[in-house]
C-alpha cells in the first residue's frame, strides 16, 4: 500500500471523473510493466469501474482518491492511495469468498525480478502525469484510454447502494466527466462516483443486452 499527494488547481465540479482518471493512469502502468515481463498477460489487466485493477476476473488492486481544499488558494490537495496484493491472492480468495489475485501470481515465474518498489515508482509517475492531464482539460483526454481497459464493456451490472439494487443495465463505457454508462431499456443514465458497488449481474452475459 502506498499513497500519494498532489496539488493542482482543478474546478471543484470536475472532480469526481479523477478517481476513474487515476485508475486508467494506474492500470496502464501496470500493464507497461507486464509488457516489459510477460507481455501475453499485459492485456489480461483491465479496469472495473471506477478503480479497481483486475487480472481477468479477479481483483487485484483498489484505489481510493481523496481531496481537500487548499487554504487560500483555488486548488486541491489530492492524495490517491492503492493498495495491491503481493502475494497471498488464493488464501485471500477463500476467506473472502470471492475472486481475488496477487502479482505473484499475474507475473509468474518473472515476479522474483520486480521489487516492490518497481511497481511503486511507475504507478507514481503515472498519477502525476495523470494529474496534471486532468487538470489541464479534465476526464475527456481519459475516455478512450478507459474503453481500451474496460473489463464491464458490455456486461450487464447492477448499481448496489448500502446493500440494495438501485438500478441494472448494460455498462457502455463512460461519458466525458467520468461517469459510467448504463444502457436501460428506458435509455441510457450515468453512475455518479458514490458510496455505490458496481457489480456484474446475472441476468445478463457479456454482450448482454437489456431486455
Not at 507486464?34 to 487485484?60: E, G, H, S, V
Not at 473472502?96 to 518473472?110: A, C, M, N
Not at 463505457?173 to 448504463?182: A, I, N, P, Y
Request: hydrophobic content about 45%; glycine content about 12%; proline content about 6%.
Amino acid at each position: 500500500m502506498f499513497s500519494c499527494a498532489f496539488n493542482a488547481n482543478i474546478p471543484l465540479p470536475t472532480l469526481p471523473g479523477l478517481s476513474p482518471a487515476l485508475g486508467i493512469a494506474a492500470c496502464e502502468a501496470l500493464r507497461g510493466v507486464l509488457q516489459a515481463r510477460a507481455p501475453a498477460r499485459a492485456q489480461r489487466l483491465a479496469l472495473k469501474w471506477p478503480n479497481d485493477i483486475q487480472f481477468d476476473d479477479a481483483k487485484l488492486a483498489g484505489i481510493l482518491v481523496e481531496t481537500a481544499f487548499q487554504a487560500g488558494s483555488h486548488g486541491v490537495t489530492i492524495v490517491a492511495g492503492i493498495g495491491l496484493n503481493l502475494r497471498g491472492g488464493q488464501r485471500l480468495a477463500q476467506s473472502l469468498g470471492r475472486s481475488v489475485t496477487d502479482w505473484t501470481s499475474v507475473l509468474g515465474p518473472e515476479a522474483t525480478t520486480l521489487r516492490p518498489a518497481d511497481i511503486v515508482a511507475a504507478i507514481a509517475r503515472a498519477w502525476v502525469s495523470a494529474v496534471h492531464d486532468y487538470a489541464r482539460a479534465g476526464y475527456a483526454v481519459f475516455q478512450s484510454r478507459f474503453d481500451r481497459l474496460d473489463v464491464l464493456a458490455d456486461t450487464w451490472v447492477e448499481v448496489i447502494d448500502q446493500g440494495r439494487t438501485i438500478q441494472g443495465g448494460v455498462a457502455c463505457g463512460t461519458d466525458h466527466e467520468g461517469r459510467l454508462m448504463l444502457a436501460t431499456p428506458q435509455g441510457r443514465f450515468p453512475v455518479l462516483v458514490g458510496d455505490i458497488s458496481v457489480r456484474p449481474g446475472s441476468g445478463h452475459s457479456k454482450g448482454g443486452k437489456p431486455s
